[in-house]
């Protein structure tokens, strides 16, 4: 994957699930868009793994400022989530597995207690053969962190979180969980495939259950003293009741 040197948009979470090239060109963008202002930055297991010529774990180390590794092995690759108290994994599941059995290599892991010497918080034991027991998932804020973690005051340009996994895909619950970690709103806590468009709402239900969606929309106001207008983010849900049709 090559980071486009075009990003515009502003969030709250972002997922980089094979963000295989870092170099200054793709940090400065990551620092100038992505790792700031309160954000979570989610990477998968070859994040950083060359700068585009050398194969290493040093990009990653960069990336997510833990020391990591690099193991020459081809290997499956699934997580173990352990609930350490941490806010991200404390609503999840007890014994979350996820991951694929698909085998790729090298394996970037990080070094022996790397996440916890390095301020870190590990959310899950890698399960990648016998030979790599490291942590498979973990947290690393910088400054005052992520803007849901509880801790006051303004988010700035050193002020932010990041996430590494070793398997891929995360499952939905997992990246609800580290969204919220991160100030996003939550337009839905089932994992249902949900698109909503202005005119339009389709979707995939995972559950035959009513559904409630919290959307955000702007609320342009204007100001009778000065004539100028206003737009305020406000949140409200909209619940749905759907049933079968035996047709």
Known sequence: MKLSMQITMNFKTWVFPNLFKIDDEVMDMLRSKVLRDGNVAIFGPASGITDGICISADGATRLLNVPMEIVPRTV???????????????????????????????????????????????????SAGWYINRTGLFVKEEGLGAAGNGKAGDRGGDDYAVIWSIAMPMPANLL??????????????????????RIARNVRLDS????????????????????????????????????????
């Open 76 to 126: 499956g690759r699934r997580v173990l989530i352990q609930d350490s108290g941490h806010p991200i994994t404390r609503e999840l599941q007890a014994n979350q597995t996820y991951g694929d059995s698909l085998k790729y290599g090298p394996v970037i892991v990080p070094g022996k207690w790397a996440v916890e010497n390095s301020g870190g918080a590990g959310l899950g034991f890698a």
């Open 208 to 247: 035959l259950f009513g559904l409630t969606n919290r959307l955000c929309r702007f609320k342009k106001t204007k100001y009778r003293a000065t004539g100028r207008g206003n737009s305020q983010l406000n949140t409200y849900a909209v619940p749905f009741h759907l049933r079968l049709d035996s047709r």
């Open 176 to 197: 609800r969980s580290a969204a919220r970690y991160a100030g996003s709103n939550i337009w839905c806590e089932e994992n249902d495939v949900d698109f909503i468009f």
